[in-house]
């Protein structure tokens, strides 16, 4: 009987050594299905901020990170914080957690950024990396609260038993008031064709962007001399153009600018989205920085066809066809 258990027991041990020389399987490299985004909200006006979440699992045996957000000055979107934490799994696994509010630009369906998974075992290992193009999207609404849908209703009629005056009175202080409505808005529609139709736009804006160098050498903040930059660049379009560029959305003005075929369009369109992301995401822009696009400005604004395509090539935008108008009125 002794023997018998001896046998089992060296069976036993067999097995576990067995068991123990086969090598354990390794987990593979980080995949896309490793990979979860999230959007929150998934519509929001231009200007409002997304916190954009994204998780990746892995098993714990290597270092991973994500870089290469591509978000910026010429995308839809611009990161303004970041933060990431890591927490192990009951299941031993690792989940590795980056949070970033995006600032959101333009106008309609955005696809979310893609970014860059690397991942490395130990500091003399080479890094594996691959890009992950998220396929949800967020919807970005125009400026406008479109939350009324309805009709207020209308206030019930006087009962009788009044006197006739108690009617006239507010009758004619309401007549007095539209007509007084009526000439300011007709007065003033008449004083803004004829300044437009009087006034050199080139000329005009290029007074106002040697105002408003001499301002920030005197001290004006570069934040402010942005918001100051867009307001030049509306009211010149608004006056070279002839339509309302004062009350558009930068997305508006870019349709405007592209149904006429403006030279260099693409150029003005980056001055306007920095100026938007200053505003609405607090951006801090430095004296240069500001200086810089003054320059931009006043190159679009006074450049000939040549001049303009050659801007336009430098910001990677295709040359016009020739016929198509220029943006200024150089002299």
């Not at 009617?167 to 064709?193: D, E, H, Q, S, Y």
């Not at 301002?215 to 002839?242: D, T, V």
Request: hydrophobic share 45%; net charge positive.
């Amino acid at each position: 009987m002794s023997a018998r258990y001896s046998r089992l027991w060296v069976a036993v041990l067999a097995a576990c050594a067995l068991l123990f020389a086969i090598p354990q399987g390794v987990a593979g490299p980080v995949g896309a299905a490793d990979v979860t985004v999230r959007a929150d909200p998934d519509s929001l006006f231009a200007g409002e901020r997304l916190n954009y979440l994204i998780v990746v699992h892995h098993d714990g045996g290597r270092s991973v990170a994500v870089d290469n957000l591509q978000a910026g000055p010429s995308t839809a979107f611009e990161a303004v914080r970041r933060s990431q934490s890591s927490k192990r799994l009951p299941d031993g696994s690792v989940e590795l957690r980056v949070s970033v509010d995006l600032a959101t630009f333009g106008k309609g369906p955005q696809r979310l950024p893609g970014f860059t998974v690397v991942e490395w075992r130990d500091a003399r290992s080479k890094a594996s990396r691959f890009i992950f193009r998220p396929a949800s999207s967020v919807v970005v609404m125009a400026a406008t609260d479109s939350t009324m849908t309805q009709l207020r209703p209308s206030a019930p009629p006087f009962g009788p038993g009044f006197l006739p005056w108690l009617v006239i009175v507010p009758v004619a202080g309401v007549a007095l008031l539209l007509a007084f409505a009526i000439f300011f808005l007709l007065k003033r529609t008449i004083l803004k064709n004829s300044a437009a139709g009087l006034i050199n736009p080139s000329r005009f804006a290029r007074q106002k962007l040697r105002s408003l160098d001499r301002q920030l050498s005197k001290g004006l903040a570069p934040a402010e001399g942005y918001e100051a930059l867009s307001n030049i660049l509306r009211q010149y379009l608004q006056y070279q153009y002839r339509f309302r560029a004062m009350e558009q959305v930068t997305q508006e003005i870019a349709d405007e600018l592209e149904g006429r075929g403006v030279r260099a369009r693409e150029v003005v369109l980056k001055l306007l989205l920095r100026a938007d992301f200053i505003k609405f995401a607090d951006g801090r822009p430095d004296i240069g920085e500001c200086r810089s696009s003054l320059k931009i400005a006043t190159a679009f604004i006074t450049g000939t066809p040549e001049q303009l395509d050659a801007l336009a090539q430098q910001a990677g935008e295709a040359p016009a066809p020739a016929g198509q108008p220029v943006s200024g009125n150089p002299e």
